[in-house]
Every structure is written in structure tokens, then in C-alpha cells.
């Protein structure tokens, strides 16, 4: 990437000025997606960058009884070090997957679910958790569900001149999460996929599900889960086998390869054949 200009603002104001004159500059946060793969479509243009880096109100957590807010510059290595008790079990186990400590204390929540090129490892986890983001543009700020960042084709449409500022999840305790790798990239990948689950039940019946599996596209099939609700959790085998076939057969028309979409139906058919609790 050439870079023809770089700002450092001090404040979300001065960023959203910034990237009113400049509508084509990149976000720079951790920068540690950015020097590590191509994020941005290649071209020969010279790139305006926009040092998130600066920002205090982009490093803030704040907790209500309901929600936590991270700032989109939070640390996934700081987000690891809150109390455990936040419910927030899916995201963190997403959070360990993903490289080293030394990229951890780098990389950034925001630069995650930003990201272009794929959907990054805590993506799925956050769907699975009904995070909402914040996104500000020249005109204005609006919360909006993370699964607005899905373009029609199940493919990351995070919007150009657009910033992320904060994420949002929902509090309210899992009574069953799992969070996994989806294998080893595949070739000419870097990060590879992840499968999330989530689930609430009550008296033993499933009252609650979500499964998404992301990697270059994603996956999810709400009329699945909501086929799924209602019936007594951990499922019976029957139910599970139905499931672990169409669910591999919406990972395969969505885009993965053989292999993960088989993966995929045996991760959704151990989670909802075994109610495991373990992330
Ligand atoms: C060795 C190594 C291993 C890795 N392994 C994994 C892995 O297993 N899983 C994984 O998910 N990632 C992995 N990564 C990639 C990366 O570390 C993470 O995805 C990280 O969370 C990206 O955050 P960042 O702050 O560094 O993003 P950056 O590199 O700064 O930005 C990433 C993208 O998001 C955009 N962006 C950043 N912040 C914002 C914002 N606030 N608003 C709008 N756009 C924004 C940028 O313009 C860019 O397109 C790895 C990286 C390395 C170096």
C-alpha cells in the first residue's frame, strides 16, 4: 500500500473531519491485519491513512446492567484481561485464538470486525452474542446489529468511509457457548475460519440459538435455528443428524470448501447432540 498522506487525530471530531475531506483513507488501528495480508482491494493509487491510535474515546469500556461497550482501539489483550465474570466466555475464546500475546496486546476488537478481506476470528463469536457496532460517518453516528456487515453475498461489507466506533454486547449469560477453529486456513488464506454456538434453554427446552460459522463468507441459517427452538436440548440423535446434514449443506452453498462444511455440521451436531458447555 503507497500512502500519500497520514493524520494522527487526538479526537473522534478531528478523525470524522479528516475522513470527510478524505473519504478513501484507511483506518490504521493495530495495523496488525494491515501489515500482515492485503485488507484493502490492491491498487496503484497512493492511500490517505487514519491513525486511530490517538483517540482516548476510542480506548473507553463501559458497562451498563445490560451491556458491555468496547472502544473500537480496545486490545484484544485488554479485553482478556477483564473480570470473568462479564459473560463474555464466547468472545474471549475467540480472542485466544487468535495469534500470538505479542499480537494480541496489538491488535484491536475494532480492526477485527472491520476487516475486509474476511471475516476475522471474533466475528462469529460477537454474532453468536448479539453485539451491535456503532459506525460514524460524515453525517452522523447510529448503532446497528454486527450482521449488518454482511453484504448480500455472505461476504464482509464493511462500509467505505465509515468508521467503527464502539461495540456493544449484550451481558445476559449463555447457558451453553463453544467457540472452535474451522481447521487450518485454507491455501492462499491467513486466518482461518471459526464456528460459534450459543444457546439458552429452559426446563431442558432450547429457547435460544445462534450458529455461525466465518471465514471468507459467512454462515448463518436463522430459519435452522429457529427450526430448533422448542425442542428439548441436548437434541435427540435423529434431530442432530438432520441438522449436521444441512448444516453442512448451507456451509457448501454459501462458499466452503468440503472439508469445512463437513467440519461445520459435526461442530453444530456435538454442540446441540451434547449440550457442551465447554468453550
Ligand atoms: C501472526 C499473526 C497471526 C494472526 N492470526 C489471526 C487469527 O488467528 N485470527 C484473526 O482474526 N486475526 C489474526 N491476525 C490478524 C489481526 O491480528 C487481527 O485480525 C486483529 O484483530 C486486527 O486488528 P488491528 O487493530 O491490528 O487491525 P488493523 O490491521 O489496524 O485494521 C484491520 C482492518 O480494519 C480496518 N479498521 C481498523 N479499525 C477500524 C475502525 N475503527 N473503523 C473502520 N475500519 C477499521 C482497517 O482499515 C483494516 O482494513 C493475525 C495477525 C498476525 C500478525
Known sequence: ??????????????????????SDAVPWAGGTL???????????????????????????????????????????????????????????????????????????????????SAFMTCFAALACMDAAVELRDASGTRWVGIHTLVTDHDTPGFPEAMLLSRVRIPTQPWDAAIVRRLGEPARGET????????????????SELRLVAAGRTIVRDRNLELSLVGKRFPLAAKDVEATRL??????????????RSDRYGAYVAAFLGSGEETI
Open 246 to 259: 444441512e448444516a453442512s449443506a448451507r456451509a457448501r452453498d454459501t462458499g466452503f470448501d468440503e472439508a
Open 34 to 116: 494491515l501489515l500482515s495480508r492485503n485488507d484493502r482491494r490492491s491498487t496503484d493509487r497512493p492511500m490517505p491513512v487514519l491513525d486511530l491510535g490517538g483517540i482516548p474515546e476510542l480506548t473507553s469500556i463501559n458497562r451498563s446492567d445490560r451491556y458491555l461497550e468496547l472502544g473500537a482501539c480496545v486490545t484484544l489483550a485488554s479485553i482478556l484481561a477483564l473480570p470473568s465474570s462479564l459473560s463474555l466466555e464466547p468472545l474471549r475464546e475467540a480472542i485466544k485464538l487468535v495469534g500470538t500475546a505479542t499480537v494480541r496486546a496489538m491488535a484491536t476488537i475494532g480492526g477485527n470486525v472491520a476487516a475486509r
Open 191 to 206: 486466518v482461518p475460519a471459526s464456528f460459534a454456538a450459543t444457546a439458552r434453554y429452559e426446563k431442558g427446552t432450547l
Open 1 to 22: 500500500m503507497r500512502v500519500d498522506e497520514v493524520a494522527a487525530p487526538q479526537s473522534l471530531a478531528e478523525a470524522m473531519a479528516f475522513l470527510k475531506r478524505r
